[in-house]
């Protein structure tokens, strides 16, 4: 049996693709809201059980609730490494957004909260797995498919657990949205988040400003310092994007403070810089710094296992008359976890489109059976 097999069968089941996404995308499922959350995990898990995984709900008090399905493979040797796949069901748009721009389809191309990121790469997981499962194929391999439920805010709770789950895999693949033209990511930019709180000395600013130590323009003399630690050439950026300060015209400002991000390529690049950050130095005298933060997603460097992982995509690709390209984001995802552990993973493997985190968020209906094929031959040959 070969991809192009996967293909023709995915082919066959192309309604039914896009009527689940419509299903998926008008659950609502803001990271924030644990009621609607809960309610798509539950259809979830009601969903995927046809297919005859392990189903294992991971409880959460205030996030979203977890889903971790494992798929056995009943002739691998006991202990071979998993396949892991992490989706994450939580969207960026609130609840009634559905209501404001409801799912529809215009040429070829559906719309709707979540279409591109990533209820459409859940859709190419399912009809993956019911693929092989249909065309009764023996998964090399165990897989794990992990559901998360706060991706979009930072994975502050599915970190941990996904980085548990994540040790025992061979390797990790992520069907989030591609690059434009549905480019694969193999790296991705590290993101730090910072704070930094200034405290300076208030005094009346006609009587007796000697006085005072403004907090305001150690902010504006430290922040061209932060500029500084931005290097073009290795990528690495630094926005200074909030700032406030002072507490009224005619006082000194005793306070001030800045938050900032940091993108990085490489994580000696985010060692460097918040070493640098943790390691401030008032410029004047009687100022002091309270700085708090750091990186929440290490960066996704692209290895020689990811190359190779790739390759083996871009060979099956062909079979699947796909013409597939790697890149490079300065977004940051689930994956980046993953890379950090030092297990290849492949990200962008959901369905091409735009408008992540946009209105006109939406996705290519026609490249559904293909890159559902594309997650299926991995699956079934890597
Ligand atoms: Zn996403």
Redesign the pocket.
């Known amino acids: 049996m070969t991809p192009s097999d996967y293909l023709t069968y995915l082919e066959q089941h192309q309604n039914e693709m896009v009527s689940t996404l419509k299903t998926l995308v008008e659950l609502e499922s803001p990271s924030t809201d644990k009621i609607l959350l809960d309610r798509l995990q539950q259809y979830l898990q009601d969903w995927f059980s046809s297919l005859g995984g392990a189903m294992e709900p991971i409880r959460q008090k205030k996030a979203g609730n977890l889903l971790k399905i494992t798929f056995t493979a009943p002739n691998s040797i006991a202990g071979k490494k998993t396949a892991l796949i992490l989706c994450?069901y939580d969207t960026v748009w609130p609840e009634g957004t559905i209501s404001a721009r409801p799912f529809k389809i215009v040429a070829g191309k559906a719309f709707g909260p979540g279409v591109l990121?990533?209820k459409g790469g859940i859709v190419l997981v399912y009809f993956a797995l019911q693929a092989i499962r249909g065309l009764k194929r023996q998964l090399p391999r165990p897989v794990i498919l992990l559901l998360t439920g706060d991706?979009?805010i930072g994975s502050p709770v599915s970190r941990q657990i996904l980085e548990k789950i994540a040790v025992g895999a061979k390797y990790v693949l992520v069907p989030?949205a591609p690059l434009p033209n549905g480019v694969l990511k193999t790296a991705r930019k590290g993101v730090g988040r910072f704070r930094i709180k200034i405290q300076g000395k208030a005094a009346h600013s006609g009587i007796e400003p000697e006085k005072g130590i403004s907090a305001v323009t150690e902010l504006a003399r430290q922040i061209l310092f932060l500029n500084r630690l931005g290097d073009v050439e290795k990528g690495t950026t630094i926005n200074v994007g909030l700032v406030k300060g002072g507490t009224k015209l005619n006082v000194v400002a005793p306070v001030a403070e800045a938050e900032l991000e940091v993108r990085v390529w490489q994580q000696n690049e985010a060692d460097r810089v918040e070493a640098a950050i943790n390691n401030l130095q008032p410029v004047q005298p009687g100022i002091s710094f309270n700085v708090t933060g750091g990186f929440n997603r290490p960066p996704m460097e692209r290895t020689q296992d990811v190359q190779n992982l790739f390759s083996r995509a871009k060979e099956l690709g062909k079979s699947l008359g796909l013409n597939l390209q790697e890149g490079a984001t300065g977004g940051a995802?689930d994956g980046n976890f993953t890379a950090a552990l030092g297990i290849p993973t492949l990200d962008g493997l959901g369905p091409p489109g735009e408008g992540a985190h946009a209105e006109h968020e939406h996705v290519i209906l026609q490249s559904f059976p293909q890159r559902a094929a594309l997650i299926a031959s991995l699956l079934l040959s890597v």
């Open positions: 994450h990121d990533m991706e979009e989030e995802g």
